[in-house]
């Protein structure tokens, strides 16, 4: 009862945190330039969406690199990939490891509750379950190796960020705003990091190295960590993206912000009342789209720009490479400039 109470405020919370308000003032650019020769339809329908790819009804998916080569059975949503197989999973706990290449299932298996993000490393994949449980699954075994609860998270934003590994360990971001450090060879020792100590909307939805830098971010904040340092830029956070050693950032107050390793504030744009959904930086231009479908390309120093109407956002926005999937659609980023 409890995690299915924990899924339904997910949803609930993750709508209203993108969605906003009905009663917030919408962001209203004086012109607007038409991006039609830019845009195609897609003709696909998104069943699933998360942090890092997109599953569409046919069982075709989508990644921060592009299209899927192969097709997830009817119920499962793709999670990661490695370079080596696909691992997708479903709403009540099951799990496939497909081969990347041939799209055969490898293995099937479950977990005592649905994954919520995962990383797939070597023979092992490092996952977070519903009710913020961590756990260790192994591939060739086929079974759960390590499973234990992490901390409490009574709701939380739906853009969960997937483990990543970094320096020969894993980073896991946890549901409560932590980043568990799991030595590979003793992941029972693992080592925390506290981003935040809220128990709502408090998990980790941007999470990347950087040289040796952790930069992640949760709805409340973005943060740099590097040995023996810690920095944060405090603000409601959008989305964020890497680009070269340069971060931007997309805050929930209307603003674009370029910021160095240690987040030093390089540059800013204000843009009132926008509610920020996605960026890119493709080809050294910045896109931030706003929910309303205003899309502001502006060049990598924030003080050019051109407004282009792409269409209102309903269900999603996902960045793939140098396109940017609106719903139906797909918008050619690299045909749009300031």
């Known amino acids: 009862m409890r995690s299915k109470t924990l899924l339904i405020l997910t949803l609930i919370l993750g709508t209203l945190l993108m969605t906003g308000c009905n009663s917030r003032k919408s962001f209203e650019p004086e012109e607007t330039a038409s991006a039609s020769s830019a845009i195609s339809k897609t003709g696909k329908e998104a069943v699933a969406i998360v942090r890092d ?3 569409f009804s046919d069982g075709t998916f ?53 994954l919520v993000s995962a990383t797939i490393r070597g023979n092992n994949i490092y996952y977070v379950a519903q009710d913020n449980v961590f756990g260790v699954y192994s591939i060739s075994a086929n079974k759960t190796k390590i499973s234990a609860k992490v901390g409490r998270a009574f709701a939380v934003d739906t853009r969960i960020a997937n483990p990543i ?7 896991v971001p946890t549901l409560d705003g932590k980043l568990l450090l799991i030595d590979p060879r003793n992941p029972q020792a693992a080592r925390g990091m506290a981003i935040g100590s809220d128990y709502n909307l408090n998990n980790v939805i ?26 944060k830029f405090d603000a409601p956070i959008a989305d964020v993206t890497i680009s070269g050693s340069t971060i931007y950032a997309l ?7 370029k910021l160095s390793p240690s987040l030093k504030v390089l540059a800013q744009r204000s843009f009132p009342y926008a509610q920020f959904t996605a960026i890119a930086v493709v080809g050294g231009k910045v896109y931030a789209l706003d929910r309303s479908g205003a899309l502001i390309v502006m060049d990598s120093s924030l003080k050019k720009s051109r407004i282009y109407d792409v ?6 926005a996902f960045v793939a490479g140098h396109r940017l999937y609106i719903d139906d659609e797909v918008v050619d980023l690299s045909k749009l400039s300031y």
């Not at 706990?93 to 005592?112: A, C, E, P």
């Not at 805050?251 to 912000?257: E, I």
């Not at 269409?311 to 999603?316: L, N």
């Open 53 to 55: 790819g997109v599953t």
């Open 62 to 114: 989508l990644t921060r690199s592009g299209m899927g080569s192969v097709k997830l059975p009817k119920g499962f949503h793709y999670v990661n990939q490695s370079s080596k197989y696909i691992l997708a999973a479903d709403n009540t706990g099951q799990i496939l490891i497909l081969d990347r290449h041939s799209g055969k299932v490898i293995k099937k298996g479950k977990l005592d509750l649905p």
């Open 165 to 171: 590994a970094m320096s020969g360990i894993i980073v």
């Open 206 to 231: 941007f999470l990347r190295k950087l040289g040796s830098r952790i930069i992640a971010a949760t709805p409340k904040k973005l943060i740099s960590a590097a040995p023996g340092a810690m920095h």
């Open 251 to 257: 805050t929930g107050d209307g603003r674009v912000v």
């Open 311 to 316: 269409g209102e956002v309903d269900d999603y």
